[in-house]
Each structure stands twice: as structure tokens, then as C-alpha cells.
T-cell receptor, first 115, second 115 residues
């Protein structure tokens, strides 16, 4: 079975440009998470969806970040406009149930570099 | 508030040696879950194990074993007869079953196996 799929795997963009990261969760999973990993702050939860509904977006850094989940098999994380401090690895994860304590399975990540 | 500490930032051992990675957590809750994830040089996060606070039995999976001790709030991970492919950053994570806590990751331990 396919795991969590993320695209692109690498993204290099210039400051001010819009960036869209994509995620396809494991089929049948009901929860989806977006994380950001940096050397300084480690792994941070940005937003959490359950049954396509955003449940907790308290980790979203600022209004430049937005996330959507239009259906059970697709989610996007958009940064507009991007800034150099947004450079990080962005992970998408999914879990089977709607409980926060369920095991989260991570995608391969998208390495974002903002010049 | 919940907290996870991985005091060992980096460990290097010679191949075939055994190595233990430490994880200590802090919580006032009685029901919680602990996880270990592996992040190899390729960057993805790989799920290894999930344990709940009511199951203190040690777990063994091949060369991997986990020692959960509530008395010391620890959930340590041992690799027996280490191999070069075990080289990775290992993260311990914790989440309480109460409230709206997020999965909290430790800062990770970088393990290098020397051939």
C-alpha cells in the first residue's frame, strides 16, 4: 500500500513568491497533519484536519500560511508571500482515526528553500 | 504541560555494538502514549513503535527493543548488534490522552554507526 505522498520533494523559490505544497494521505485515514521541521525549532505541528475539517490551526505561523483539505485524499499548504525564514522541511502525516493519540504516518517531506 | 527530553544529542558506536537511546518524559496525566520514530539520512520519518501508559511490558522487534518504566518516566530504545543502516536521527514523542495536547517530539538523537 502506498504511504503518504508529498509533492514536490524539493522546492526552491524566491522571496515573495507563492509556494504550494501538496499531500495525499494514506487511503482510509481520517486525520491529516502538517508539520514543519527546522534545526532551531525541531518538529512543529502547523495544522490538523479530521474528516477534512481543520481542527487545530494554532501552529500556523501567520496569515501568510494557509491550508486546505478539499477532500479525503488531498491537502495543500500554501505560503504567500514566502520569506527566507520559511525555509524548512515540511512534512505531511496521516492517521487512521480522529483521535490525536493514534499513530501518525509521515510522508517523505518537502524541502523548501526560499532565497 | 508535557515534555520529552532526549539528553543524548549524538552517539557514535562501532558496528555490532549495542546502543541505548534514552527518552524521559514529564506529565501529570495517567493516560498517555509514547512513540519512537527514525529519520534516516534520506529525510523521511519512519514510525517504529507506539506504547500506551498502561502497558509496561518491554517490546522486542528483531534487533530493536524498548524498555518502558513508569517509575522513572522513561521509554528507552536499544539496538542490539548495530548495523550501518541504523545510522539515523531517532525521535521520541509523547502525547497525553487528555485535553487538546499535540504530539510532542524530543530534540532527537543522532546515531552514527561506524563500520
Amino acid at each position: 500500500d502506498a504511504g503518504v505522498i508529498q509533492s514536490p520533494r524539493h522546492e526552491v523559490t524566491e522571496m515573495g513568491q507563492e509556494v504550494t505544497l501538496r499531500c495525499k494521505p494514506i487511503s482510509g485515514h481520517n486525520s491529516l497533519f502538517w508539520y514543519r521541521q527546522t534545526m532551531m525549532r525541531g518538529l512543529e505541528l502547523l495544522i490538523y484536519f479530521n474528516n477534512n475539517v481543520p481542527i487545530d490551526d494554532s501552529g500556523m505561523p501567520e496569515d501568510r500560511f494557509s491550508a486546505k483539505m478539499p477532500n479525503a485524499s488531498f491537502s495543500t499548504l500554501k505560503i504567500q508571500p514566502s520569506e527566507p525564514r520559511d525555509s524548512a522541511v515540511y512534512f505531511c502525516a496521516s492517521s487512521l482515526s480522529g483521535t490525536r493519540t493514534d499513530t501518525q504516518y509521515f510522508g517523505p517531506g518537502t524541502r523548501l528553500t526560499v532565497l | 504541560a508535557q515534555k520529552v527530553t532526549q539528553a543524548q544529542t549524538e552517539i557514535s558506536v562501532v558496528e555490532k555494538e549495542d546502543v541505548t537511546l534514552d527518552c524521559v518524559y514529564e506529565t501529570r496525566d495517567t493516560t498517555y502514549y509514547l512513540f519512537w520514530y527514525k529519520q534516516p539520512p534520506s529525510g523521511e520519518l519512519v514510525f517504529l513503535i507506539r506504547r500506551n501508559s498502561f502497558d509496561e511490558q518491554n517490546e522486542i522487534s528483531g534487533r530493536y527493543s524498548w524498555n518502558f518504566q513508569k517509575s522513572t518516566s522513561s521509554f528507552n530504545f536499544t539496538i542490539t548488534a548495530s548495523q550501518v543502516v541504523d545510522s539515523a536521527v531517532y525521535f521520541c514523542a509523547f502525547i497525553s490522552n487528555f485535553g487538546n495536547e499535540k504530539l510532542t517530539f524530543g530534540t532527537g538523537t543522532r546515531l552514527t554507526i561506524i563500520p
